[in-house]
């Protein structure tokens, strides 16, 4: 917090009080402006590593939205075909890629994202559970 002082009010301040209180109450001392420095380096890396965690966690559910919607369209066109031409292979093939289907959008619902982001401590307060910074900057 910076104060603008008139000459005699700077005056006053400096004959009023030991120089020794003035150089605390207005001159960081070194120790404080490194761990200063050291804390907003700290918060800047911490952020980072948020983001890249996030960034992963998304990149990783979209990957799985695209796996999924592929499935579907498998699932869709093996039920089409299946009921004019019933192979044996081909119906357990569809009853498998059912349930896949089934687990993989439960996996991919609200609840199943809820989960997730919980065991990985993902979009929370907890973001940065693993962040270690480095010993020396």
């Known amino acids: 917090m910076s104060r603008t002082f008139t000459r005699e009010e700077f005056y ?19 120790a404080r402006q490194r761990e200063e420095e050291r804390q907003r380096r700290e918060s800047v890396l911490r952020q980072k590593h948020i983001d890249e965690r996030r960034s992963k966690a998304l990149d990783s559910l979209l990957e799985e939205m695209a796996s999924l919607d592929r499935l ?5 066109s093996l039920r089409a075909e299946l009921e004019a031409d019933a192979s044996a292979r081909i119906a357990v093939l569809l009853t498998f890629a059912e349930e896949k289907l089934a687990r993989r959008e439960l996996a991919l619902s609200a609840d199943g994202l809820e989960r997730r982001l919980e065991e990985s401590r993902l979009f ?10 480095p010993a020396y900057y």
């Open 124 to 133: 929370a307060e907890d973001d940065d559970h693993d962040f270690r910074p």
């Open 12 to 30: 006053d301040l400096v004959w009023s009080k030991p120089m020794t209180y003035l150089a605390k109450e207005f001159v960081l001392s070194d």
């Open 72 to 76: 579907r369209r498998l699932v869709s």
